[in-house]
């Protein structure tokens, strides 16, 4: 099982970017897909997420009108478009997959069982 994170950057304030995350071996339309973040020095934050079997999505209030989950279930990829980025979006950002958890869990690290290997974003001017 690997899922592989990219797409993060150097970006101005008010710029975008879009992550993605690649699954082998997981089937993204199956899963419950996550995107955390850990900024230095803190602990690692749901930021969003797509709950398996359809199309339930889920933001923290700090992204939430800025950010943008979905899946590519053809491609078995999960994105995300992050727009209006400010420095305190930066932070390395996680991909995680549950087959299992329940809705009630979605924002804990530990109800996922995988995780991608991160993706830097920084948002500077």
């Not at 994170?5 to 699954?23: F, I, W």
């Not at 079997?53 to 923290?60: A, E, R």
Request: hydrophobic fraction near 30%; aromatic fraction near 10%.
């Amino acid at each position: 099982v690997q899922l592989q994170a990219s797409g993060g950057g150097l970006v101005q304030p008010g710029g975008s970017l879009r992550l993605s995350c690649a699954a082998s071996g997981r089937t993204v339309s199956r899963d419950t897909m996550g995107w955390f973040r850990q900024a230095p020095g803190k602990e690692r934050e749901f930021v969003s997420a797509l709950f398996r079997s359809g199309s339930n999505t889920h933001y923290d209030d700090s992204v939430k009108g800025r950010f943008t989950i979905s899946r590519d279930n053809a491609k078995n990829t999960v994105y995300l478009q992050m727009n209006n980025l400010k420095p305190e979006d930066t932070a390395v950002y996680y991909c995680a997959s549950s087959a299992r958890l329940i809705l009630s869990s979605l924002r804990r690290p530990d109800a996922y069982d995988y995780w991608g290997q991160g993706t830097q974003v920084t948002v500077s001017s």
